[in-house]
């Protein structure tokens, strides 16, 4: 009884709310809220260094599958970052875009192809496990010829770490609108194509 005259006055209340869905869940928007406050509060989002993350259950589910056919649909787009899910490109006002890419050395450390170290499995695990990883966002980058997984991070911390432990060339500040280069890149483990 007690529940009910609650649920009631809560109810009540509510009319003033206006409902968005995300990610499939519908969630409330109370007076006064902006948008982005209310989806933190419904998903948990937390800051860790600058780095909106998702919590571990919200982030920790999603597993990709088929992912390096769909990076390799964008073969004949123009440079640029791709929504993963839509094929739209995207453009950010801040944060930046890492990758776990590595492209296949031959004997000498010398380019020898794009996605000959991966099978399916392997880049659809790497994929998983980097969003899990950054709790990021997906896309596809597609430069100098050769589309891959890249995903999006708001913190400048978090890109860092996730370039130098992917061994990356650069990750984009999409601010600057420029690279950052990192100074720890082997190119004999990931070498670029001349």
Request: hydrophobic share 25%; no cysteine; glycine share 8%.
């Amino acid at each position: 009884m007690r529940y009910n005259l609650y649920r009631n006055m809560v109810m009540d209340k509510e009319d003033d709310v206006e409902w968005i869905t995300v990610r499939g869940r519908h969630i409330p928007i109370k007076k006064g809220q902006s948008k982005e406050d209310a989806i933190n509060e419904a998903f948990g989002n937390k800051e860790e260094g600058g780095q909106k993350k998702l919590d571990k259950k919200e982030s920790s589910g999603k597993v990709y599958k088929n992912t390096m056919k769909k990076v390799r649909e964008f073969k004949a787009k123009s440079d640029g970052t791709y929504d993963f899910n839509t094929g739209k490109p995207k453009d950010y006002p801040d944060g930046y875009s890492v990758s776990f890419h590595q492209n296949e050395p031959d004997e000498n450390g010398k380019w020898k192809s794009d996605y000959g170290r991966y099978t399916e499995e392997d880049y659809d695990k790497n994929v998983s496990e980097m969003v899990k990883e950054s709790g990021g966002e997906l896309n596809i980058g597609y430069f100098s010829g050769t589309p891959e997984v890249s995903v999006w991070v708001k913190g400048i911390k978090e890109a860092k770490k996730l370039m130098k432990k992917h061994n990356q060339h650069s990750i984009w500040d999409w601010k600057a609108g420029d690279v950052i280069l990192n100074p720890y890149y082997d190119p004999k483990k990931n070498p670029m194509k001349e």
